[in-house]
């Protein structure tokens, strides 16, 4: 089971949407660069996380999952969602 931040579809309308799927062990993270206002809050968040200088610049491992999950609620475009696994 698991669960999607509040302003989320299900994974398969984000994919359909043209979201872009980084696949982490705790969670996988969705971003869709069409629609990002680069206000840098992920950047800024946690650089191990959102590198734009890394490929993939998103590592869903790089930190624990609610750190990740209060960065991507601080996303004022909601270019970046997240689905985390229910242990």
Same mark, same amino acid.
């Given at each position: 089971m698991a669960t999607f931040n509040n302003h989320q579809m299900t994974k398969e309308e984000l994919l359909a949407n043209d979201y872009r799927e980084?696949?982490?062990k705790e969670m996988n993270v969705y971003f869709k660069a069409e629609i990002c206002q680069? $206000? $840098?809050e992920c950047v800024r968040g946690n650089l191990a996380v959102f590198?734009?200088?890394q490929k993939p610049w998103i590592n869903a491992d790089a930190a624990k999952a609610e750190e990740i999950k209060e960065i991507i609620n601080r996303c004022p475009s909601h270019?970046?969602?997240y689905e985390?696994?229910?242990v």
């Open positions: 980084y696949r982490g680069h $206000a $840098a590198n734009p200088k270019a970046l969602q985390r696994e229910m």
